[in-house]
């Protein structure tokens, strides 16, 4: 009641005053109430609340929705709650990064699992049920149990310790009851863990305990809120200090037994074999197989799996039972943790990946270590020799096929790891150990492997070598003028160049290889490492003498992304080593389909995602390059789009009053449409902007702002600055435009001239004599450009045959007007029936005779009657 309505005496007032600051308003109070309010009472009712209760009162209450459901056997409320509650652990997952995963979820999963399983075995249960819960049954026991698999640690600590929980429960107050003094005062450690704990991390949770149950009074009420028991202990100080001592020493002892209790139970070996057996080859083969026949079925546990065959492994290795026995776990472990993921798509984990690597290392160190060991596929399982003799030991296996499989995991991790995250830095840094294995793979099987091992594994080390630039040996080339020959000793002796290792692998798979594919990526693999480091001249004729571009569609779609990456690099270097028409036409297959990114595997379009299912995308997916290994598509288009500028603008001026003049690239002439069509036209901000700018200007001859436009402190770091020897690429870009400008110019303004100055040429476009004379007796040899050479004066004398233009527009009507009466005539024969031979002329005779002379066959067929 408030104080502004508050009638009779003081202690009444103060009492209800005190009530209304202490009691929170209820939410339907009017605003005339809430006016009323001081702004004392304000900031008691004022409540800061952490990010994190926020978010876990969030998910407590949709537990409690989960769980009254799960009451009522609501599978579909289950479903909808089980699907916000992952959306909500989601949001949270910052917090539950720092402060760990919340108890109380884990006991959720676990809960549901077990709910969800017992429903499905109820076959009576399950007939009872309407549609819409059978249905989102069989739905959440699948998200759940596939959800589970990120927890499945967390799970089995839980589980495992609600054990260990009721083990204390059964044993403890018996053996404990003389040595606790807890008991005599009605708090025995039973009735301290009487309750289930809801969130065992949570000491005051963990410490909520009711009565003992002798005294029934008080069941229902906690150690440390009885307002009675305060009471006492403020009228009798020492009795309480009495019991609280004693409590607390129960407390200790519980929590003593309980750790003993939990590090015994996950500290513990499984017990493989049974008391008294003995350990031999025969024994443990046994179990291995028993282990192994699990595997792939139903219901089994794959991490279980992989700790009962290092267990296995240990247990070997204690009894010294040899290493060949070794060997065979270590591929069973290697190929359980493979099979860890049943989906096809899915990657390893990083636990699980560390694990991979650690075990293959050690498969490796038990070979060298021992070379009587034989391994091969072709090896039978009886023939095996596992145990300890005079004889070799043989075991079943393929290293190569494991180091192979492991390559691959390690592409589909790179694929699925966010590329622009410190996570994908981390993982890229596995790849040095990657290749550190394939390296001691290809030392082991250069001695003891067969030819075609050699070039798997040969094209495995290639595979992590092409695409990577040599900065050490380029650095090498730029610095051996001012060295000694002792540093040029010392620095070839770090380390072998990647073009000699390429070399060394290649040739081998060349000479011994028998199948095509290998041999197939192993030559694109050394022309795209040829043109990556400016080897022009080898990469093309590489690529001329392999033949590969007759029959590579019939390839499959990794070796038509390979391809399709090493024409796009030689094009690229083609453009840096001046070589502007072969870059064109290297790119031009890649450019002009609109679908560079998807070709070259570097990314799915979204407009062509309604031509392909779920299945299909799944696939394209998998086939994706690593961010890594991308080729940088503005800069691929940029130098695109810059050659068919060097090419199209003197071939525009050359054949301006062309009627039939073709198009070089479709590409760049959509570009110069775009920018004709835009109705403000500003400075230029986009790379394609900058170079229809340029294009603009290269066609008026402007060779000065077209260089402006080409190369410029924008451009250059967006593309120019991208290559390895970025000035040298600017001057010769700089070296094509006044060349071209020249060409472009003297087509453009041949008409206005009789005769024109090489000097003055010279002048205008910055170039040396011998060059301007060079450009100009090939436009002239070429029949190019009408006019001579006047070699006392240096001057170039126009002849004035090119047409004007007006008789350039009177050619090309007479030229239209002849294509429109091949038209006409076309369409006369179609109307009357004459179709070029294509039916007979016996079926229109009589048509025929009855007409004129003037169609055509009328006279023929007229001779033919006479004869």
Request: proline letters at 3%; charged letters at 30%; a negative charge.
């Amino acid at each position: 009641m408030s104080r502004f309505f508050a009638t009779g005496s003081d202690s009444e007032s103060e009492e209800s005053s005190s009530a209304d600051e202490i009691t929170p308003k209820a939410p339907g109070t009017t605003f005339k109430q809430s006016l009323l309010l001081s702004d004392d009472e304000e900031d008691t009712k004022r409540v800061v609340r952490s990010a994190k209760d926020k978010r876990f009162e969030e998910l407590t209450n949709l537990i409690k929705t989960i769980r009254n459901a799960m009451k009522i056997r609501d599978m579909s409320k289950c479903l909808e709650e089980f699907e916000q509650l992952c959306r909500a652990f989601l949001k949270s997952k910052n917090i539950v990064d720092k402060e760990g995963i919340p108890p109380f979820y884990i006991r959720l999963l676990a809960d549901l699992e077990d709910y969800l399983n017992q429903l499905w075995e109820d076959k009576e249960g399950k007939k009872k049920m309407n549609k819409n819960n059978a249905k989102a049954l069989s739905t959440l026991r699948q998200k759940i149990r596939k959800y589970n698999r990120d927890f499945e640690a967390e799970i089995v600590a839980y589980k495992e310790q609600a054990s260990s929980l009721i083990f204390i429960l059964i044993f403890v107050p018996q053996g404990a009851s003389s040595e606790s003094e807890g008991e005599a005062d009605g708090v025995s450690a039973k009735s301290f863990l009487k309750k289930k704990p809801e969130a065992p991390s949570e000491a005051s949770k963990f410490l909520k305990t009711s009565s003992s149950s002798d005294d029934e009074d008080d069941d229902d009420e906690d150690w440390g809120s009885d307002p009675e028991g305060s009471d006492s202990e403020s009228s009798d100080d020492g009795e309480g200090k009495t019991s609280s001592l004693a409590f607390i020493k129960s407390c200790f002892f519980c929590l003593f037994v309980f750790s003993f209790l939990s590090l015994t139970i996950f500290q513990e070996k499984p017990k493989m074999f049974a008391k008294g057996t003995e350990i031999n080859t025969a024994v443990v083969v046994k179990k291995l197989n028993e282990i192994l026949q699990a595997r792939g079925k139903k219901g089994t546990d794959r991490a279980a799996q992989i700790e009962l065959l290092h267990a296995l492994a240990a247990i070997s290795a204690e009894n010294n039972l040899g290493q060949g026995i070794l060997v065979k776990i270590k591929f069973n472990i290697i190929a359980s943790l493979y099979d860890y993921n049943p989906n096809l798509a899915a990657f390893m984990k990083s636990d699980m990946w560390k694990k991979c690597l650690d075990c293959i290392d050690e498969l490796l160190d038990i070979l060298f270590e021992n070379s009587n060991i034989f391994i091969g596929e072709n090896i039978a399982e009886d023939s095996e020799n596992l145990g300890v003799s005079d004889q070799p030991f043989r075991v079943r296996g393929c290293v190569l096929t494991l180091v192979e499989r492991m390559d691959e995991e390690f592409t589909k991790i790179m694929q699925n790891t966010d590329p622009h995250s410190q996570e994908y830095v981390d993982n890229l840094k596995d790849e040095g150990r990657v290749c550190g294995i394939i390296d001691r793979l290809l030392t082991y099987l250069e001695n003891k492997g067969s030819t075609e091992e050699i070039c798997r594994v040969y094209l495995r080390r290639i595979m992590h070598t092409y695409y990577k630039f040599d900065y050490k040996a380029h650095r090498r080339s730029l610095g051996l003028q001012g060295e000694t020959k002792s540093e040029q000793d010392q620095e070839e002796s770090e380390g072998e160049d990647s073009a000699v290792i390429m070399d060394r692998l290649c040739k081998f798979i060349y000479a011994k290889d028998r199948t095509d594919r290998i041999r197939t990526c192993a030559i694109l693999c050394h022309i795209y490492h040829h043109a990556l480091h400016s080897r022009w001249y080898q990469a093309r004729d590489l690529m001329l003498m392999s033949h590969l571009q007759d029959n590579i569609q019939h390839a499959d779609p990794p070796v038509q992304i390979l391809y399709n990456r090493t024409m796009v690099q030689l094009g690229i270097c083609a453009f840096r080593q001046g070589m502007i028409k072969d870059a064109h036409n290297a790119l031009l297959d890649i450019q002009s389909s609109g679908r560079a990114k998807e070709l070259l595997g570097q990314g799915l379009l979204m407009r062509n995602m309604q031509e392909r299912n779920a299945e299909q995308e799944k696939i394209e997916k998998r086939r994706q390059v690593p961010f890594h290994m991308h080729i940088n598509l503005e800069l691929l288009e940029c130098v695109y789009l810059v050659s068919a500028m060097l090419l199209e603008i003197p071939y525009m001026a050359a054949h301006e009053f062309d009627a039939r003049r073709r198009m070089i690239s479709k590409q760049f002439h959509h570009q110069l449409r775009v920018g004709e069509r835009q109705p403000l036209l500003g400075p230029p901000e986009s790379m394609r902007e900058h170079v229809v700018a340029a294009s603009k200007a290269m066609k008026m001859g402007d060779w000065r702002t077209c260089h402006s436009f080409i190369i410029n402190e924008k451009m250059n770091s967006k593309v120019w600055d991208l290559f390895p020897e970025a000035q040298r690429v600017r001057e010769m870009l700089v070296r094509k435009i006044q060349e071209e400008s020249l060409r472009t110019y003297l087509f453009t303004y041949s008409s206005v001239y009789d005769s024109i100055s090489m000097e003055t040429l010279s002048e205008m476009f910055e170039l040396e004599m011998p060059t301007v004379h060079s450009i100009i007796s090939k436009m002239i040899i070429n029949e190019e450009l009408m006019a001579s050479l006047d070699q006392p004066t240096q001057t170039v004398v126009m002849h004035r045959t090119e047409p004007t233009s007006l008789q350039n527009m009177a050619l090309q009507l007479a030229e239209k007007l002849g294509s429109l009466v091949e038209n006409n005539e076309r369409v006369f024969d179609l109307k009357q029936g004459v179709y070029g031979g294509y039916f007979n002329r016996d079926q229109k005779s009589s048509y025929q005779q009855k007409q004129s002379g003037y169609q055509r066959g009328g006279y023929r067929n007229q001779n033919q009657g006479n004869y």
